[in-house]
């Protein structure tokens, strides 16, 4: 069965870290860029970070730079995105998604949602 499952998340104090990853069954990750979103309730999902097939490309939104890393291990199968300096408005429901080739991080362009990982960022 085709599908990518999140990890990782849970409660963690401003200015903590935590590590998602996305894992994926039932195909090979390899041809696939991956992005990570995010939804907070009442507001739109948004694109938090993409990463081509190979690794070569990056996305961050201008919300995570310097906070964030997006990163990949082909032969895991499995995508990470490591958070650091976590803020409060990062609390979210985090998914990740696949799409075939590299253009944007805009959640219209991806596939194949997980189910995702809740991220809460509170003292």
Request: net charge negative; proline share 0%; aromatic share 22%.
């Given at each position: 069965q085709l599908q990518l499952v999140e990890s990782g998340g849970g409660l963690v104090q401003p200015g903590g870290s935590l590590r998602l990853s996305c894992a994926a069954s039932g195909f090979t990750l390899d041809y696939y860029a991956i992005g990570w979103f995010r939804q907070a309730p009442g507001k739109e999902r948004e694109g938090v970070s993409c990463i081509s097939s190979k690794g070569g490309r990056t996305y961050y939104a201008d919300s995570v730079k310097g906070r964030f890393t997006i990163s990949r291990d082909n032969a895991k199968n499995t995508v990470y995105l490591q958070m650091s300096s976590l803020k409060p408005e990062d609390t979210a429901?985090?998914?990740?998604?696949?799409?075939?080739g590299w253009?944007?991080?805009?959640?219209?362009?991806?596939?194949?949602?997980?189910?995702?990982t809740q991220v809460t960022v509170s003292s």
């Open positions: 429901v985090y998914h990740c998604a696949r799409r075939w253009s944007t991080c805009a959640d219209y362009e991806y596939e194949s949602w997980g189910q995702g």
